[in-house]
């Protein structure tokens, strides 16, 4: 009762705050990868309300901005997605599909609640991609670049929060984050070597972005 009250309540955030074209992640699955096949808990039981209050907020962030990335790469796709970078855009939207479902799971199973702006970052970030896109390959690409370094940063933060905590506790939490930290990396670099930098206005635009970047997240992580 208490496996199935769980998938419930997973399948319910993931209705309420997530649009069919995430939900559709649930039958994405990872090749190479383990994660994606675990269905147990990657968070331990909390000391103290200090803790569960500081996972709650790593994990409340850390879902939204993978939303936030989804809802951007949403945006990509409508645009560019019959082009000759569909493919390339759709390979990096599937993998922050998995993460997304992820995140979805974990929030569900400890009862976490997701950030009150999600329906903000949903409009944010689909309009974020979709105008970043009508500038070309390069301005998408650049979003990207922009985006997925600010995501690799905020996971390499958390990382070393960790790790200066309790780093054998947190020995599943720091697996996941990392493992989701390389496939930010990954997508930042692909962002560079299909022309980000070659749009004009670039370092401005990766400036613009990269401050409303920070600027989601300080607020996904306290609403």
């Not at 705050?17 to 147990?40: E, I, L, Q, T």
């Not at 808990?41 to 907020?57: R, Y």
């Not at 949403?74 to 990096?92: D, E, K, N, S, W």
């Amino acid at each position: 009762m208490q496996g199935a009250a769980k998938c419930t309540l997973r399948l319910d955030i993931s209705r309420a705050f997530c649009p069919s074209s995430v939900r559709s992640c649930r039958a994405v699955n990872r090749v190479n990868g383990s994660v994606s096949s675990r269905r147990y808990s990657v968070l331990p039981p909390p000391h103290d309300k200090e803790e569960k209050d500081m996972l709650d907020s790593m994990m409340r962030v850390d879902h939204a901005g993978e939303y936030g990335a989804n809802r951007i790469y949403a945006g990509q796709m409508a645009v560019l997605g019959r082009t000759q970078t569909g493919p390339l855009i759709q390979h990096m939207w599937d993998q922050e599909k998995m993460h997304l479902e992820r995140f979805n799971e974990i929030l569900g199973e400890h009862r976490v609640r997701p950030t009150l702006l999600l329906p903000l970052w949903n409009i944010a970030g689909f309009a974020l991609g979709a105008c970043t896109a009508l500038l070309g390959k390069e301005g998408a690409m650049a979003c990207t670049v922009a985006v997925e370094e600010s995501i690799s940063e905020h996971y390499n933060s958390q990382i070393r929060t960790l790790m200066e905590a309790d780093p054998e506790r947190y020995t599943e939490l720091l697996q996941l984050i990392k493992e989701f930290r390389d496939d930010e990396i990954e997508h930042h670099d692909t962002g560079l070597e299909h022309d980000a930098e070659s749009v004009p206005g670039y370092f401005l635009l990766k400036t613009a972005i990269q401050a409303g970047c920070k600027a989601a997240i300080y607020i996904s992580q306290r609403i």
